[in-house]
């Protein structure tokens, strides 16, 4: 099959306008694509498309995709780069209709942007299937014509990254426990000289004094596992590297306040935080990025059962700080502030951790964008301008000293889990819990809750875990390896 770009014309009515392979591959045909679209009614809108059998042996099946306008940009209104965006959702739905044909390989046009368009076709042709008898057949896209070979390989690899934060975050609980987790994430990264896993057991944790992340992990008969990966990528293997830490709840039952049942199995995502942040690195070091970067994924099951932690108990960091847990099913932030703590042992150029933190979130912004809290405007820049490129957005919000008030003024402890107006500010509280176990200068939280999963807003992802934001963490990554180079 072979997939190729249309642009929406000028002119109402106007004639089709071909990308740069879809005029190619029009010569090759005489003309007779051109005449078979002029003849098919108006000219294509945006992610509209039209298929053609038996144009030429070699593709019997053509599928024709609208780009919508040709000098789509950067579009200030919706904080991303519209031209990219069009590419991905364009050759995703025109991937996805070669795979219904039952076609094994698809050449996909580069629309001008082979990067965008590997994304597209990576992205959109993915589904979690590893455990049903009845498959949908797999397709391989490749790039049709040789000219962007190498950025279409980029594209591959940032798509195969979020491909493997979705896998992750799909798979069954039972299937992806901690300790899963983990070796799924080491076997991964195997085959890289350059990278060292440490797959940390519970007595190293204890060793650690890490008393937050063990009452949550004690609830479970499932042993907790602290993930520590080093990708040494900078030419100076000591340089400062940015460090990442990921939220690794494998299931959420939300321990003794006990979430509703409807939904609560999509609570087996709630290690995307860990997912992403894992899946990042491991597309770093397939990019081999010039900078050094550690990935830290406290992992655990939060359920309830004769041990698990009690609404009131008291429990205490790995900073001595005392933690009244109100809530049982607040305890990502436990896990955070012990993983924050340990994080500021590497003289870290930048900490960003990822969580599937709060309901807050998702009430907030929904799944357009993931909720950024940060006490840096430098980070805030980088972060945002690399989610302009993939599309897959960040939002920041606010920090304040309003919100800190409301979770260190506490009855029994140094700080509550969650913030004492319970509700109000939820995300924005739960930021400034672990702000208090944050000292580094540039530091961001990202929290995930609202973009965890996608129905049909992202129209080059199919339904279900989104694995986002990996791309923008990636992309996020690599623009602060060419800082240091600069």
């Known amino acids: 099959g072979l997939v190729l770009g249309v642009y929406s014309s000028?002119?109402?009515?106007?004639?089709?306008?071909?990308?740069?392979?879809?005029?190619?591959?029009?010569?090759?045909?005489?003309?007779?694509?051109?005449?078979?679209?002029?003849?098919?009614?108006?000219?294509l809108k945006k992610g509209k498309t039209r298929i053609f059998h038996g144009l030429h042996q070699d593709f019997p099946s053509v599928v024709v995709v609208g780009l919508g306008k040709k000098n789509a940009g950067i579009n200030d209104q919706e904080n991303w780069n519209e031209g990219k965006e069009n590419i991905r959702a364009a050759v995703a739905v025109g991937c996805r209709q070669i795979q219904d044909l039952e076609i094994p390989c698809v050449e996909v046009d580069p629309c001008g942007d082979a990067q965008s368009a590997a994304e597209g076709a990576v992205l959109g042709l993915h589904e979690y299937n590893e455990l049903k008898q009845k498959k949908k057949p797999i397709v391989t896209p490749q790039l049709y014509g040789s000219?962007?070979?190498?950025?279409?390989?980029?594209?591959?690899?940032?798509?195969?990254?979020?491909?493997?934060?979705?896998y992750l975050m799909e798979a069954p609980a039972n299937y992806i426990t901690p300790i899963k987790f983990a070796e799924h994430i080491e076997q991964k990264l195997r085959s890289f000289s350059n990278v060292k896993v440490h797959i940390r057991?519970?007595?190293?944790?204890?060793?650690?004094?890490?008393?937050?992340?063990?009452?949550?992990?004690?609830?479970?008969?499932?042993?907790?596992?602290?993930?520590?990966?080093?990708?040494?990528?900078?030419?100076?293997?000591?340089?400062?590297?940015?460090?990442?830490?990921?939220?690794?709840?494998?299931?959420?039952?939300?321990?003794?306040?006990?979430?509703?049942?409807?939904?609560?199995?999509?609570?087996?995502?709630?290690?995307?935080?860990?997912?992403?942040v894992c899946s990042a690195i491991v597309t770093a070091a397939a990019l081999n990025l010039p900078l050094n970067i550690i990935g830290l994924a406290p992992l655990c099951e939060n359920m309830p059962s004769g041990k698990a932690n009690k609404p009131g108990d008291v429990v205490r960091a790995k900073n001595g700080k005392t933690i009244q847990v109100d809530n049982t099913d607040a305890e990502g932030r436990l896990l955070l502030a012990d993983a924050l703590c340990y994080a500021h042992n590497f003289n870290a150029r930048a900490i960003v951790n990822a969580a599937t933190l709060t309901g807050a979130m998702d009430v907030a912004l929904g799944s357009a964008a993931t909720g950024v809290f940060t006490n840096s405007s430098w980070l805030w820049t980088h972060l945002y301008e690399a989610s302009i490129l993939t599309g897959d957005r960040v939002w920041r919000m606010p920090?304040?000293?309003?919100y800190t008030k409301q979770v260190t003024d506490c009855p029994l402890a140094d700080v509550s889990n969650i913030g004492k107006y319970s509700r109000a500010g939820g995300a924005c509280t739960a930021a400034a819990f672990l702000k208090e176990f944050v000292t580094a200068s540039h530091w961001a939280h990202l929290d995930i809750a609202g973009v965890m999963s996608n129905k049909d807003e992202v129209p080059y992802l199919r339904k279900g875990m989104a694995g986002r934001p990996t791309r923008t963490l990636v992309e996020f990554a690599a623009r602060l390896s060419q800082d240091s180079h600069n």
Not at 160 to 165: F, K, M, P, T
Request: proline fraction near 5%; aromatic fraction near 8%.
């Open 10 to 43: 000028e002119k109402d009515g106007g004639a089709a306008q071909f990308t740069s392979a879809g005029d190619a591959f029009d010569r090759l045909v005489s003309g007779k694509l051109r005449e078979l679209l002029s003849l098919c009614g108006p000219p």
């Open 147 to 166: 000219a962007e070979s190498e950025a279409w390989q980029k594209g591959v690899i940032y798509a195969e990254g979020q491909n493997l934060a979705r």
């Open 201 to 276: 057991p519970e007595s190293w944790i204890t060793t650690e004094q890490m008393g937050a992340f063990l009452s949550v992990a004690k609830g479970s008969a499932e042993p907790p596992i602290f993930l520590e990966i080093h990708y040494l990528g900078a030419a100076n293997t000591n340089d400062s590297p940015l460090v990442f830490v990921g939220k690794g709840v494998t299931f959420d039952s939300g321990g003794i306040s006990l979430k509703p049942s409807s939904g609560m199995d999509a609570m087996r995502a709630d290690m995307g935080g860990a997912a992403t």
């Open 399 to 402: 920090l304040f000293e309003h």
